[in-house]
């Protein structure tokens, strides 16, 4: 089985994006992130949106959450996609850096008004004891910027991955699945192998 026409496995990811939505998948670039509590050495996981940044991957959380804190000490992460209309999957393997203050805020700019005035409402690492109290909030920030930019908030951080190994994997006949790995070589390109079903 060869490897499909894939020599930069991150533009083979980007493309196979395109392709599962293309062929109806609604969400294409929701992923399960992994990331690691330093302190206790085990990993924790939840769904995330992924947004392309040209040719590499970023994406936003708030970084007084379980995993804005993780990726502060420990800045390694695994993601899967898993596309169940088109029955194909890439795992990726990584180190995340954040993005500057110029890429963050144009990539917030991009986010509907509704969701930059949650972002910046919400206290996602606390207990939701009173709605209430975030209504008011969220009504206050709207106030502020009645017609005007809505700011990014300090919390709310942009990471972008740098992919050290990544796995494509399609459903085959009879469990045979092929799949096949990208590996960061020394020289910086890519070593690439057919794995077993
Ligand atoms: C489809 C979907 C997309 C999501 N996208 C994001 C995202 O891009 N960033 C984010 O911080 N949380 C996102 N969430 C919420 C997270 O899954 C999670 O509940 C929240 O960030 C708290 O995570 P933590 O406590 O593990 O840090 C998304 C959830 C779903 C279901």
């Known amino acids: 089985m060869n490897t499909p026409d894939i020599v930069d496995p991150v533009l083979g990811l980007i493309d196979w994006i395109a392709a599962a939505r293309e062929r109806g998948e609604p969400d294409p670039q929701t992923a399960t992130l992994a990331t690691v509590d330093p302190a206790f050495a085990r990993p924790s996981v939840r769904t995330i949106s992924v947004q392309i940044d040209t040719d590499s991957l970023?994406?936003?959380?708030?970084?007084?959450?379980?995993?804005?804190?993780?990726?502060?000490?420990?800045?390694?992460?695994?993601?899967?996609?898993?596309?169940h209309g088109v029955q194909q999957q890439i795992t990726v393997e990584g180190?995340?850096?954040?993005?500057?203050?110029?890429?963050?805020?144009?990539?917030?700019?991009?986010?509907?008004?509704?969701?930059?005035?949650t972002a910046r409402s919400s206290q996602q690492q606390a207990v939701f004891g009173d709605p209430e109290a975030f209504r008011q909030r969220r009504e206050q920030e709207r106030h502020s910027y009645d017609f005007e930019?809505?700011?990014?908030?300090?919390?709310?951080?942009?990471?972008?991955?740098?992919?050290?190994?990544?796995?494509?994997?399609?459903?085959g006949w009879h469990r045979q699945?092929?799949?096949?790995?990208?590996?960061?070589?020394?020289?910086?390109g890519w070593q690439s192998s057919v794995q077993e079903p």
């Open 95 to 117: 180190v995340v850096e954040a993005l500057d203050a110029v890429d963050a805020d144009r990539l917030w700019a991009q986010r509907s008004r509704d969701s930059q005035l």
């Open 149 to 171: 930019h809505v700011p990014r908030p300090a919390h709310w951080v942009g990471y972008r991955l740098l992919p050290t190994r990544l796995e494509f994997w399609a459903a």
């Open 58 to 83: 970023v994406f936003f959380v708030n970084a007084h959450t379980g995993k804005g804190q993780q990726l502060q000490w420990h800045p390694y992460v695994a993601l899967c996609f898993f596309w």
């Open 177 to 188: 699945h092929p799949r096949w790995l990208f590996e960061r070589a020394p020289d910086g």
